[in-house]
């Protein structure tokens, strides 16, 4: 077990191993590191995405699971690169991007050259994943309803909004979707 920076995707693999972990052993965390014969911190860590787990540490945790050889095999193809800042922005895990976004109360981005892809338009992803040769042909338009759909979440309705009649306030709609927003300031709709 190694120490590094956690990344989306560790933590939501960490996790996914404590779960794993409360519906097959039925112990807490420091029941199952004693079972295991490890430090409680050291199951903290690998569960909370802290920590890398070794081969043999994943192979551990399969077995006192009752998990076979397959299920770690697909686990650990998964957990291999979970630690990798990069890797865990590519669409592979657009899973876990998605659900950062949907569990973020802010989100702050800059690029110089590209606007962020949950204000992107359909026409600007298209080609900008056509240009980039990220996807073949097929896969274009695939690629532009995923970044769509990952758009809901700025589309829903907080309990802090408040209606905006103007239904062209781009500050509204980036805050809470069309048509609802919190004081977004915008001087040209009466009543945000």
């Given at each position: 077990?190694s ?11 960490g ?8 519906t ?8 199952f590191?004693?079972?295991l014969g490890?430090?409680?911190s050291k ?14 540490d994943?192979?551990?945790i ?12 697909e686990f ?11 890797f865990?922005?590519v ?44 996807a ?9 309803q995923l970044?769509?759909?990952?758009q ?11 209606t905006c ?7 509204c ?17 009466p009543?945000c």
């Open positions: 077990m120490a590094t920076t956690s990344t989306a995707l560790s933590r939501d693999l996790d996914e191993l404590r779960l794993l972990r409360e097959t052993s039925k112990m807490t965390g420091r029941q590191a004693v079972h490890w430090d409680p199951v903290s860590n690998i569960e909370h995405g802290k920590a890398r787990a070794s081969d043999v994943l192979a551990q399969m077995t006192a699971c009752g998990k076979d050889l397959e299920y770690l095999q650990r193809s998964r957990y291999h690169n979970a630690f990798d800042p990069y865990a922005q669409s592979d895990n657009l899973r876990t991007i998605a659900m950062t976004e949907a569990l973020a109360t802010k989100i702050t981005a800059y690029d110089i050259l590209t606007p962020h892809g949950l204000i992107q338009t359909e026409n600007y992803a298209r080609a900008l994943i056509d240009e980039t040769g990220l073949a042909t097929a896969g274009i338009e695939w690629g532009v970044r769509m759909e990952r809901t979440v700025l589309r829903v309705l907080r309990r802090s909004c408040s009649t103007n239904s062209r306030c781009s500050s709609w980036a805050m809470c979707g069309p048509g609802r927003t919190s004081t977004c300031g915008c001087s040209s709709a009543t």
